[in-house]
């Protein structure tokens, strides 16, 4: 599940980046983090993953249309395929918007619950940069649920349900101020072996919401996109994803303002796939800005990891 909406970092006024070391040395913190365990599974068979994961891992190098694709997550739109069972995945994502010089950088972490796998739980874990003066800080948690309601050789839909904990401090503009929740409806749908597209709507509820002086007002955000996967080789993707988000934020007592933006982002990515069943997917996209964005221009940065971490059972 990458993305979550609404995270797009805030639009603020200029500043240096002297707290960029810092965010860099967290991403190879938690980049560390999201390896070591792949190192501690370098014993394990690759029955830990599905059957046909199991048999792409060992089929030689020549054989590419053999070994794993990606079916992974895109960068601002959320993809409908839940994690397989014993297969956890580290996702980081680091955004950064010029106008305003604000970045956001999220960490989420996705495990299956069960052998079908219907049920996936998953955390997510964000720092931001919004106001000059402000620095870098803790954003709002957001602790997820997934249902794979449908998955079949073309289609496949998994609503998702978050709950966002307030650990943002909302006077420095990082966090909503209080508690809310956000409802995701993700659709994939394979056109062709090599074009995949997916799309998503969702809402956003804070019910109340803060801004920097403590004023309290109810706050609605809605989002909607689609993402276009062309799939050159099994391990090489060329993406465009179009997003449009509209959000409410607190400007006095009972009062609410509307902001929409709408970005296009074209990108790449790419697989490592590892003897021991982990995938390492790197990945880059720069969105720009057109309609209520115009003017615009971004860089999006993702790295997600996943790998075993539980046997399957041979009968």
Known sequence: MK????????????????????????????????LIPCAAQTQM????????????????????????????????????YNQE????????????????????????????VNLAPKNQLSYTLQSLHTAPGSGMGMGDLLLNYRYQALQSKRWAFAPRFSVLAPTGDYRLGRGA???????????????????????????THVPHAKDALGN?????????????????????????????NSSESVEGSKMTGRTNSILVSPGVRWAYNLKNGTQIVPGIAVPVGVGPSHGEYGLVVYFSVEHPFAQLKRR
Do not use: C
């Open 3 to 34: 993305n979550l909406s609404m995270n797009m970092p805030p639009v603020a006024g200029k500043r240096s980046l002297k707290s960029m070391p810092a965010l860099l040395a967290g991403f190879l913190v938690l980049f560390g983090l999201g």
């Open 45 to 80: 068979v690759s029955a830990a993953a599905p059957a046909e994961k199991s048999a792409a891992s060992e089929a030689p190098a020549s054989e590419e249309s053999e070994k794993p694709g990606i079916m992974d997550n895109s960068f601002l739109i959320e993809e409908a």
């Open 85 to 112: 069972y014993g297969v956890v995945q580290h996702i980081q994502l680091w955004t950064k918007m010029w106008v305003g010089n604000g970045w956001a950088y999220s960490f989420t972490q996705e495990w299956p």
């Open 177 to 203: 101020g209080g508690w809310g929740w956000q409802a995701m409806l993700p659709v994939s749908w394979q056109w062709h072996s090599k074009l995949v597209t997916h799309w998503n709507l969702g809402a």
């Open 216 to 244: 309290q007002a109810t706050a609605w955000g809605y989002n909607a996109g689609e993402s276009f996967i062309y799939m050159p080789s099994q391990r090489f993707n060329v993406m465009v994803e179009t997003v449009f």
